[in-house]
């Protein structure tokens, strides 16, 4: 089974420089390993804690979304999605705030920050405190917990929070899993050797420090001016340089070569000027950002297709989110519990592995074959008339598994006399194609003999 692995991007500020080499371009190359599917949401609930101007959150959403996608992150190959289609967020972050401790959000760090603040102002120590605010933890904890997600990435001042996640999952399975783990316990993933560039300033580059490299904003002029701002010493050209000192070189290495970069560090030890060497500087990165920067201007001026893929991504990420959701519902009492069936095998498939329609915004029909446990195993072709899907939907099932057959691309699919008629998301590995192959073929086997 693939692993899980789960981030989330606060819609809230513009990514510079630093957010891609730092976070963004990590966060891709690992989306892509075999043996991963990934989870990358726009936490836009989140988001609600930290501002209040609607716009800017707009905005935010926006630009951050093109900027993952410009900068490489496949919506096929991923799930990449925005935190407000989900309404089982909200509704399992509901049923875990009613088995979270108050005492345990008193302890979370944001909170008690802002009531230290408030203390030494000599305010209230609640005064401005949000309840958002306050159990931001137990959204975070929904957003984790509603995929059952084995990993999630966090920096180190985020590790309480996988904590405390842990914490309520195990609280919730206690009370409520009967034996069993409704939730698994995520883990928190620090990578010590991500790269942190440095501002402006020498300092950190952040929004904060208003010390950063814009990364699309503003385009190439913007970038070129803010590398001419980094401080530098006063030594003229001709002079050696400090290169280890410089602040130019430790972002010259996140985009350079080895060879490249040790180059440029003896070109910095031998006397280059300084305006040369951001000159330099500039071109290395509009090398690699410059193309990006394209596809970035063009979903910008393009929000339509944004769109399109947050809500592709959305669909894929419901049809996991919804059983769990079912199965918390019938967990807490709110649904009847299901009983163990007594029942054929054909009503036991029937209610389990299942097709789904739905109809496209072009006014094609699909359909999906999902399995028991929520798995998007096939998506149709689009269909004009939906008596056209529903009779392929009753074809495949009557036939079962001897219509799937693999595909390159580590896919497979249904073929009906020659045409292909729905497939599958491609896999990382073959392995992992066939694993799904063959349980899409149990599940199409047993709905065939209920027939």
């Known amino acids: 089974m693939n692993k899980r692995v789960l981030t989330g991007i606060t819609t809230t ?9 730092g976070a963004i371009r990590p966060a891709i190359a690992s989306s892509e390993q075999p043996g991963v599917d990934a989870f990358f949401f726009l936490a836009d609930y989140h988001a609600l804690i930290k501002c209040d101007d609607p716009a800017r959150i707009e905005r935010s959403r926006l630009e951050i979304a093109a900027t993952w996608l410009a900068a490489g992150l496949d919506p096929d190959r991923v799930t990449f999605y925005r935190q407000s289609d989900l309404p089982e967020v909200t509704e ?77 999952a195990q609280r919730f399975n ?13 883990e928190a993933v620090i990578d010590d050797e991500v790269a942190t560039l440095p501002g402006l300033d020498g300092r ?54 080895p ?46 297709e944004i769109e399109d893929i947050l809500q592709q991504g959305a669909r894929k990420a419901r049809a996991l989110a919804a059983p769990l959701m079912d199965e918390v519902r019938r967990a807490v009492g709110l649904r009847r519990p299901e009983k163990p069936s007594t029942t054929t095998r054909a009503n036991k498939s029937s209610r389990n592995a299942r097709f ?4 496209e915004k072009d006014g094609q029909f699909h359909f999906r074959f999902v399995a028991a446990d929520g ?34 691309g580590n896919r497979f699919g249904v073929m009906i006399e020659g045409e292909c008629v729905a497939s599958s998301d491609a896999y990382a590995t073959p392995e992992a194609r066939d694993a799904a192959l063959a349980k899409a073929r149990a599940e199409l086997e047993a709905l065939a003999n209920a027939e």
């Open 13 to 21: 500020g513009t990514p510079h420089l630093g957010n891609y080499v």
């Open 92 to 168: 399992l972050c509901w049923v875990l705030t009613c088995v979270t401790a108050k005492g345990l959000m008193n302890r979370a760090h944001a909170y008690k920050a802002a009531v230290d603040q408030n203390t030494a102002a000599g305010n209230e120590p609640d005064d401005g405190v949000t309840m958002g605010l306050f159990s931001y933890p137990v959204l975070m904890a929904a957003d984790i917990l509603i995929f059952n997600a084995d990993e999630v990435p966090v920096g180190r001042d985020q590790l309480q929070h996988i904590e405390m996640t842990r914490d309520i």
């Open 174 to 186: 206690y009370l409520y899993g009967n034996g069993r783990s409704i939730f698994k316990l995520p």
């Open 204 to 257: 950190k580059m952040s929004k904060s420090y208003g010390n950063t490299i814009p990364l699309f904003e503003g385009g190439e002029r913007a970038m070129r001016d803010a590398i001419a701002r980094i401080v530098t010493d006063s030594r003229e050209p001709g002079e050696p340089k400090d290169a280890d000192a410089s602040h130019l070189l430790p972002i010259y290495r996140a985009f350079a070569t």
């Open 259 to 304: 060879e490249q970069a040790a180059a440029f560090r003896q070109q910095l030890l031998e006397g280059l000027g300084w305006g040369e060497a951001k000159r330099m500087l500039g071109d290395l990165i509009q090398e690699h950002i410059g193309p990006m920067r394209d596809r970035y201007d063009h979903l910008m001026r393009n929000p339509d």
């Open 356 to 359: 789904v329609s739905f109809r």
């Open 375 to 408: 798995e998007q195993l096939l998506l149709s072709k689009g269909f004009v008339d939906p008596k056209a899907a529903g009779n392929v939907q009753r074809l495949i099932q009557s036939r079962g598994s001897a219509v799937l057959v693999s595909f390159d």
